[in-house]
Structures are given as structure tokens and as C-alpha cells.
């Protein structure tokens, strides 16, 4: 017979099951994290949790905050459950489930985040941290810098009282503490952004530029702003999940969390109000972060987009079965090693060829059930991310761009909206219904593409890309996936 997951039921979960070995009495909140999604419990909260374990720093638990509407369902799921969080390592042939208790409250979601700066109001609340995704940095991507003219930063302000964005809330909050003479909190990015500490600055130290100069001021000189490296795949979790964990474990989670069993955090130490001892379970903390973050963004996050659009078009839902598929895999292999890599800067006791193989076993781990769908999404915020820095880096050294040009390509057929039988799909991107106008014109003119200068910026002016892409793009449409990449492979494209 299968337990709720509740505070008061804990003792009665298999023994099979981890459990915190602390008193939740004895935790007091240091933290607020602004999106709490399934990364952040299977990663942020999963090293606290670890750390309470050990007895320590017990005054950093964390509560959780959200800025919009669906956050709701999320804050509504946890309630029920006294903001526990199963969480499902998955090992083939050795599943472990833990349960952590890291999280105490979640701040009530209001339409404009009064209860959220309110919260901040609290002295011991020394950090927010954030896993808000790359869309909610109110960038422009074209130029990677934030962008003054979004609409939530245009509304914030000139309303900051009723702010709607993560960047507007964390503003106001530290507006209060300037005001009534508190220490501001750190802010600690956790999201997949080059430099998200320095991006998280400029959003906002730019809102506020745009409000008053003093307090722009008190932002840069005053608040700060960390730069970290985060990675563990988490996939979404569905009703696959759900009965997953009643059938091997026993246990009803309303939002249970499944996960690789590898994780890496990789810090900058620069936490003037304090933080919690995280050396200590496992967190690497170094000036170089960097290096590191340079490294994930375009070999595991750049291979995620080298394998999602094909899969897609070739209709592969799980992102094991991509890796099984010899053109897929074959694809990933050439591009990684022959244009991703040598244009990663060394990193300090890593060998990236190695590196290159870890990722390869776990984008193949078949008990992940990562789905192609979800590598797939949101590409007008990652390809300026993820593949455009590594096209840039090579046309500028003058080596070849066939591989990253036919990610790109891949990329402009999969936004067609219909796979190579013909099958449509929806686009899960903000900018999906522009993104597939443009790439239905492609289909005739490869230029309509590339002609979407705020993603593609510069490097949609130079001669050898647009040669590669229009190649690329016309083999797709002509000869489909399968073809095209036979062609790469064989160094035909």
C-alpha cells in the first residue's frame, strides 16, 4: 500500500526510502529561491539537504517564491505535502529515492510580488537565489545584453510597487532594505546563461538605471551577485513519474522529482552577508567559474541542441533513443569533437575529451526518460546561447562551420512545425509563431531565416555560414534528415 507524502507519515516510508535526519523544527530560513522548478529541487535543494544532514548551517533553509501564475500549481502541489520533495536518482538497475526537506515555506504567488518583497523584508534572508530560465533574464539576444525595452522591465519601471518580473521584485525588496537600513541579500543566479551573475546585475542595475540613478548605484557598488555553474538532467515530471514512484517506492508525491544521479555546482565565493557551507557537500567554489560554465553551456547544453532538432524531425520522443540512433549519435560525436571543443578555452583539471564522454553516457541513461520535446524548447533563447558563441568564435578564427551551421539549419526546419513524415507538432517557444513564419519562408529563401538579426546578429552576414546554412536547409527540405546527415557524416554537406 502505497503513503502520502506528508511530514507526519515520513516514519512510516519504506526504509528503502532516505530520509532528513534533521529536526524540520530546527531550521530557520536563509534563503528565498525565486522559480522553484524541478532543477532547483533536484539540485540547490538536494545539496542543502545534504548539508543539513550533516548538522550544519541549519539557518539556511530555503523558501520558495514565484513570480507567475503557474508557479501556483507548483506552491499548491508542495503545500499539500509540507514542502517535501521526493527526489529519484536514476541509475539503470539502481534507483535510490530520497526525500528532502530543505524548504520550509513558499511565499504565496500574488500577481505583482508584494508578498515576495514583504518576505525580503526579513534580515535573515541573506540570499535569493534564482532558476527563472534563460527566457527571464530580459535579454537581447541579438546583442546578449539586457534589453530596457521588454515589456515587464517598461512596466517595472514606472510601477515598482506592483513589479512583474523576477529583476523588478529583487529591486524593490532591496529598495526596502536600502531604506530602512538592512544589509542586502546576495543574488545568486542558478540558471543556464554565460556570466548569470553578471547578466542577474545588469537586469537589475539596468531597471533601476531607469528609475534612479542612486539606487542603480547602491545595486552595482553594494549588492552581490555571484556567478555560478549549475548541471544535473532533470526531466519533466508527468504521470509517468507520479506512478513510478508508487509502484517501486511506494510513496504519493504530488510533484515528485526524477534525475540523473551526476550533479555539479561550481561557485563563486563572493557572499559578503553570508552562505551556507556547501564546500562540504560537494560544491566546488572557484574565481574561474568561467571556465567551467563556458565549458557545459556549449558541449552539454550545445549538444543537447545538436541532437534535439534532428530526433525531432526524424520523430524520436526520448532523448536515449536519439543517442541509440546511429546518425543521431554520429552527428553529435563529429560536431563535439571536430567544432565544439577546440573552441573551449582550457579548464582547470579537465580533460574535455573526456568531459565530451561523461556527457555522451548520460544524455544515453535510458531510466532518465529525458524527452526530446524538452531539449527542443525555448531555442530563440538558446541557440544565441548555446550554438551561435561557438559558430562566432570559429568564423572569427577562419575554421569551417558545416557542423554548426546544419545545427542552425536543423533548427530552422524543426521551427517548420512538421517533422519529415509530415506530422505536425507545436512549437514550445515565445516566439513560436514568428519563428515558424520565418522558417516556412526559409523553405524558398533561406535568407528569411537568418533575416532575425536579434537572434542570429552578426553571423548571419557572414558568407561561409549563410553558404553552410542555405546547403544545409535546402538538403533537409529536399532529401530530409536522414539523408542530410548521412551527407555530414560522410563530409558531403
Not at 561550481?266 to 551556507?276: I, K
Not at 575529451?353 to 526518460?369: C, E, H, K, T
Not at 533561406?446 to 557572414?462: H, K, T, Y
Request: contains cysteine.
Amino acid at each position: 500500500m502505497s503513503q502520502n507524502l506528508k511530514l507526519a507519515h515520513l516514519a512510516n516510508l519504506p526504509h528503502a526510502i532516505a530520509k532528513p535526519t534533521y529536526d524540520r523544527a530546527d531550521l530557520q530560513a536563509g534563503i528565498l529561491h525565486i522559480g522553484v522548478g524541478n532543477f532547483h529541487r533536484a539540485h540547490q535543494a538536494v545539496y542543502l539537504d545534504e548539508l543539513f544532514n550533516a548538522g550544519k548551517d541549519l539557518d539556511w533553509a530555503l523558501i520558495g517564491a514565484g513570480i507567475r501564475p503557474g508557479d501556483g500549481a507548483m506552491r499548491q502541489a508542495l503545500e499539500h505535502q509540507d514542502w517535501l520533495t521526493t527526489v529519484v536518482e536514476l541509475e539503470p538497475g539502481a534507483n535510490h529515492a530520497r526525500i528532502t526537506g530543505a524548504m520550509v515555506d513558499f511565499v504565496p504567488i500574488e500577481e505583482h510580488g508584494h508578498a515576495i518583497v514583504t518576505a525580503l523584508d526579513n534580515p535573515a534572508l541573506r540570499i535569493v537565489s534564482l532558476t527563472i530560465t534563460e527566457g527571464g533574464y530580459c535579454i537581447d539576444p541579438g546583442t546578449g545584453t539586457f534589453n530596457p525595452e521588454h515589456p515587464d522591465i517598461v512596466h517595472d519601471a514606472t510601477h515598482l510597487q506592483t513589479p512583474r518580473s523576477a529583476f523588478g521584485v529583487i529591486l524593490a525588496a532591496l529598495k526596502r532594505r536600502r531604506d530602512q537600513g538592512h544589509a542586502p541579500f546576495t543574488v545568486m543566479s542558478c540558471d543556464n546563461i554565460p556570466h548569470n551573475g553578471q547578466v542577474a546585475r545588469e537586469a537589475v542595475a539596468g531597471l533601476a538605471d531607469l528609475i534612479d540613478p542612486s539606487l542603480a548605484a547602491y545595486v552595482r557598488e553594494q549588492v552581490a551577485f555571484p556567478t555560478s555553474m549549475v548541471d544535473r538532467i532533470t526531466p519533466a515530471t508527468t504521470d509517468r513519474e507520479r506512478n513510478a514512484l508508487v509502484e517501486r517506492f511506494g510513496v504519493q508525491d504530488n510533484w515528485p522529482v526524477f534525475c540523473e544521479p551526476f550533479r555539479q555546482w561550481v561557485l563563486e565565493d563572493h557572499f559578503p552577508s553570508g552562505r551556507p557551507a556547501l564546500e562540504e557537500v560537494g560544491v566546488t567554489f572557484t574565481p574561474r567559474v568561467a571556465a567551467f560554465e563556458l565549458m557545459k553551456l556549449r558541449i552539454l547544453n550545445g549538444g543537447h541542441a545538436a541532437i534535439a532538432y534532428p530526433a525531432g524531425l526524424l520523430g524520436i520522443h526520448y532523448v536515449h533513443e536519439a543517442m541509440e540512433d546511429p546518425l543521431v549519435r554520429g552527428f553529435l560525436d563529429k560536431l563535439e569533437l571536430e567544432e565544439i571543443i577546440p573552441c573551449v578555452p582550457p579548464v582547470p583539471g579537465v580533460d574535455l575529451q573526456d568531459y565530451y564522454r561523461l556527457i555522451a553516457r548520460r544524455f544515453s541513461n535510458p531510466d532518465v526518460g529525458d524527452t526530446i520535446p524538452r531539449l527542443a524548447q525555448d531555442g530563440s533563447n538558446r541557440q544565441p546561447k548555446f550554438i551561435l558563441p561557438s559558430t562566432r568564435d570559429r568564423l572569427k578564427a577562419g575554421a569551417d562551420v558545416t557542423g554548426l551551421a546544419l545545427v542552425s539549419a536543423l533548427w530552422c526546419r524543426y521551427c517548420a512545425g512538421l517533422d519529415d513524415q509530415g506530422r505536425p507538432f507545436a512549437l514550445d517557444d515565445p516566439n513560436a509563431g514568428r519563428l515558424q513564419s520565418a522558417a516556412l519562408a526559409a523553405r524558398d529563401d533561406a535568407s528569411a531565416f537568418l533575416a532575425m538579426r536579434d537572434i542570429f546578429g552578426d553571423v548571419a552576414e557572414n558568407p561561409v555560414f549563410r553558404s553552410r546554412f542555405e546547403t544545409a536547409l535546402g538538403r533537409l527540405w529536399r532529401e530530409g534528415t536522414r539523408v542530410t546527415l548521412q551527407h555530414y557524416l560522410g563530409g558531403a554537406v
